[in-house]
Each structure stands twice: as C-alpha cells, then as structure tokens.
C-alpha cells in the first residue's frame, strides 16, 4: 500500500496508525494550481505530488459551507475522470454505491466525531469566516473537533495568514500525544487575496497565484513537523474554485467549471508501514 494515489489504499490500515491531516486550500483554482506546478513554482507541495502534479477532481460543493460539510462526511472532491470512485472515508448508511471494502467507514455523522471515538486527539485551525466562531453559523464546523482556534490574523486578508497557522499547528502539533486530526483551513487564497502583490487594487488570477506561492513557503515548516512526530497521512485540497470574470461570473456558488473543478493530492509523511 505504498502508492496514496493507488485504489489499493486501504484507510482502515491507516486509520489508527497514522496521524491524519486534511488541509484545505480554500478557493483555489485546479488551472492556477497546476500551471505553478508546471512552471516548478510550489517547491514544497512539488515534493509530493505525483511527477504530473495536481489531479483534478469535482467539488461537491461551490463554497465553503456546504464544501466541508461534504468533506467532513467523507465525500471528498470526486476524480474527475467518469466512474464509480470508492471514497477513502464514509459515514455509514444503506445503499451507498461509493462505500468500498478499503473505505473507512464509521457510524457517527462526521469523520472528526467518528475519529476522537476512536482515540484521535481532532483540531482545527480555523480560516475564513465560517471557521470564526463569532456567531452561530461560524461555530457549527469547529465545533466537530475537541479543539478549535480562530483569530483575525488567521483570516481572510492577512499576507501572513499562512504562516501563522502553520505556527499554530505545529505548536499544538507538538502539545498532544497520541494520534491526531489536524484539520487547517487556509484562508490566503480567499478575497480579498490582493494582499500578496502589493499595490494591486483589486483581486485576479495573479494574485491569486501570488498567495498560492506564499501558502507553498508557509507549508515547510508543518511537512518537516509532521514527519518528525509520526507516521502521517495528508489529504491537501481546494473546497472550491473562484471566477476573475470567466463568462462574466465573479466569485463563487456558481456552477462555473472553474469553481467545480479544483486541486487534489494525497501523500504519505514520516516512517509509514502501509
């Protein structure tokens, strides 16, 4: 089981073995993501992608919210490519044609409940506004995993914003024992994402690039982390993709193929035994 991208990948041999990290890079593009790829400008995730890059798969949600509730149900972006694809996680009901026997299957509602009953430490790192908890709507997400943590400068609109919860994560990385779910959203590819080239007054496909490249410096210090604490295994995604005016469409929650197709990779970290 040493190849992530293989159907062989059987997670009820990872679960429970392995420390599990789901980072989702939120709004970024599949094309913007693969053309930095291509042009060798993510040296950090370029470790670990496949020799073609990115795999490009379909969102099951257009924003954020109803993204990550997917996710965290098990339905991941979908490969994009026709046919019935098992999913590597799924909360258990009848009549699933998605649920196969490699797939991690639980009984509670959400994959961070189904992991803390089964002795994982779960947190989140919280990004844009739905990870907040400044009001109701912001605290359903966080309040899946025991511990949550949001500050402005996390958020949306900050240069710094993945740097700083790289920090956070390590520094509660290295706080607990036994496994963990570490679950980051990653705020610097959201708008207002200008930030990253200074004097730019407005957002596009460039600055958007620019904060990918920032989010790729920022994600060393985590990898080296990880490795180093246990064996890891690493979901990094987009949740959804944005519009800079394709068919006149600007922003998200449309169906648009430059929101619904995003970025997928999954990779192994640290001494593995799967």
Not at 32 to 41: I, M, N, S, Y
Not at 47 to 57: D, I, K, Q, S, V
Not at 107 to 116: Q, V
Request: charged share 20%; with cysteine; aromatic share 10%.
């Amino acid at each position: 089981m040493s190849d992530p991208m293989s159907q062989d990948l059987d997670m009820n041999r990872v679960v429970g073995t392995h420390d599990l990290v789901l980072i989702t890079l939120d709004t970024l593009r599949f094309d913007v993501a693969q053309d930095l790829f291509e042009r060798g400008e993510l040296p950090t995730l370029a470790r670990h992608l496949p020799a073609g890059g990115w795999e490009r798969r379909h969102s099951p949600g257009s924003f954020t919210y109803a993204a990550h509730h997917a996710f965290f149900a098990g339905y991941l972006p979908t490969p994009a490519a026709p046919g019935r694809h098992a999913r590597l996680f799924a909360s258990a009901f009848r009549g699933s044609e998605t649920t196969g026997r490699r797939t991690f299957a639980f009984e509670e509602a959400s994959l961070p409940e189904a992991l803390a009953a089964r002795g994982y430490h779960t947190m989140c790192i919280g990004g844009v506004g739905f990870f907040n908890k400044q009001n109701a709507l912001g605290r359903v997400l966080p309040g899946l995993f025991a511990e949550s943590h949001w500050n402005p400068s996390l958020g949306v609109g900050r240069r710094d914003s993945a740097r700083r919860q790289v920090a956070l994560a390590v520094e509660r990385l290295n706080a607990v024992e036994g496994r963990v779910l570490l679950f980051i959203n990653v705020s610097a590819l959201h708008a207002p994402n200008r930030v990253h080239l200074p004097g730019r007054d407005e957002d596009s496909i460039e600055t958007h690039a620019a904060a990918l490249r920032s989010v790729d410096a920022a994600l060393a210090p985590l990898f080296e982390a990880c490795a180093a604490r246990a064996p890891t295994f690493v979901i990094a995604c987009s949740d959804h993709g944005t519009a800079y005016g394709e068919d006149g469409h600007h922003g998200h929650r449309v169906a648009h193929d430059v929101v619904w197709t995003v970025p997928y990779a999954q990779f192994f970290l640290g001494s593995s035994q799967c």
